[in-house]
Structures are given as structure tokens and as C-alpha cells.
């Protein structure tokens, strides 16, 4: 399948100022994203667009020699400027999966890249997939953490070699109920092209607004998501304190 990963990156945060240029020990956090993007593109025949609103952002992807699409700071969502994004450089008949990776992963393993696409071919039925990182209960009692609800039962009908589920639910509350083991979401998305442009077309649904989540948009409409469950777990950076851990753990 057709694949190109989509960054959309933005210059402001309610959380972190300017957290795509933040520094990260001589590279900028949207640069440290760019480089694993362009390697694993290079080593997987996809393509690469950055969709951004900030000229400063952009110059970050002019040296890294990445293509890049300006897109206006009121759109709300990372999909919503995807789809902008490839809309304006007239690529949404080019691919058949489009991958929304975040721009603040800044240690994001290449297999989660690629696996989130694979689980797409591994599910004829999945609109969107995604990742998940096994997590104990008291992680899980975050409301920070976003949790999903699973269903294994046919996660081994497509390919013993990737541990792959359903998404029955996402939610900020500790879910499911008792469970022996709990999961936190991993923020990668790939999109089929179709799925995409139906996914940005819907409406803000009443649990999205609820739990602050833009994945239940797809669920309330009845689209399918499956993820794989992955050993790694990327550093997201929200916070100060994400931005000093990143800067311990990355060379």
C-alpha cells in the first residue's frame, strides 16, 4: 500500500511555548522527529510532509530537505491539518494510508511507525490503527493516561508476529473495571485514505467532548480501530518535565 507519514506541527501549546523548536541537546524536538521519519521512510519506499503553521517550524524541514505544506493556525486538530496538508499539495488520490505521527514522540521507535501501518494490512476490516504500551494499575489510575479498551479474541487470526486488538473504547477513567492488565495509548495513527477523509468530515461527538479524546469521534460513527501492543514506549513531551526527561534520555 501507498503509504506517506504526515507530521502536522504547530507553533503554539497551552502547556509547553514553542515546544517543536524546544532543544533537545543541539536539535530542535521537530528536527529529532523529521530525521526518524525520513530513515524510516527511506528504509520502507513511504513518503514524507510536514504540516505546519510556523515558518521557524518549516525551516526545520528545509534543512532537513523534507517536504512541508503551511497550513492556517485555527485549524483545531492534527487531522484536520492532514488533510489540509494533502489537500493543498493535491496528494489525496496518491497514497492508500496516510500516518499521523505526532511531533513531540522525539525517541519514537521505527517499528511503531511501520507496525501501526502493517496492522492495516493485517486487518482488511480496521479504518484506523494504532499503538499500545501494557501499563500496571496504578499508571493506569492517571487521568492523564489515556486507556483503551480491547478485544484480543482475534488478534492472532492476521500474523502471530505483532500481538493485535480491537478498540472497543478509549477513556481517561481506570478501564476496563478489575482487569488483570491495562493499557496506555500510544498517540501514532494510520489512516486508510478513505477513513481519513470520512474521519474529518464527522462531527464532534458527545464522548469525545467528554473525555478530551478525538479518536472516539471515529468510534461514535462507527469506524474500526485495531493497534498492536508495543514493548516500546516513546517519550511524549506535554510538559517542562517531559522536555527535561527527553533531554536525560536522548543523545
Avoid: W
Avoid at 480491537?166 to 477513567?173: E, H
Avoid at 472516539?216 to 518535565?241: C, W
Amino acid at each position: 500500500m501507498k503509504t506517506i507519514i504526515v507530521i502536522p506541527s504547530r507553533l503554539g501549546s497551552t502547556r509547553l511555548a514553542n515546544k517543536a523548536l524546544a532543544d533537545i541537546n543541539g536539535k530542535t524536538m521537530i528536527a529529532r522527529v523529521l530525521e526518524i521519519c525520513k530513515k524510516t521512510c527511506l528504509s520502507n519506499g513511504f513518503d514524507l510532509l510536514l504540516a505546519t503553521d510556523s515558518s521557524l517550524i518549516a525551516d526545520e524541514a528545509r534543512a532537513l530537505n523534507v517536504d512541508f505544506a503551511m497550513t492556517q493556525s485555527h485549524i483545531k486538530t492534527g487531522s484536520d491539518r492532514i488533510y489540509n496538508a494533502l489537500e493543498q499539495k493535491n496528494l489525496l488520490n496518491k497514497y492508500d494510508v496516510v500516518i499521523n505521527m505526532q511531533g513531540d514522540v522525539p525517541n519514537i521507535e521505527d517499528s511503531i511507525i511501520t507496525n501501526a501501518a502493517k496492522v492495516l494490512s493485517l486487518e482488511p476490516s480496521a479504518d484506523i490503527s494504532t499503538a499500545f504500551y501494557k501499563i500496571d494499575r496504578q499508571k493506569a489510575m492517571e487521568p492523564s493516561i489515556v486507556k483503551p479498551v480491547l478485544c484480543f479474541n482475534n488478534s492472532q487470526q492476521s500474523g502471530a508476529e505483532l500481538e493485535v486488538a480491537k478498540a472497543l473504547y478509549f477513556t481517561r477513567a481506570l478501564a476496563p473495571y478489575n482487569a488483570e492488565q491495562y493499557f496506555e495509548h500510544i498517540g501514532i495513527y494510520a489512516y486508510r485514505m478513505q477513513a481519513l477523509q470520512k474521519f474529518v468530515s464527522l462531527k464532534q461527538g458527545e464522548l469525545e467532548k467528554y473525555e478530551s479524546l478525538e479518536q472516539l469521534r471515529a468510534l461514535e460513527n462507527n469506524m474500526q480501530i485495531y493497534g498492536f501492543v508495543t514493548p516500546h514506549k516513546p517519550i511524549s513531551v506535554d510538559t517542562q518535565a517531559d522536555l527535561t526527561l527527553a533531554r536525560q534520555f536522548i543523545v
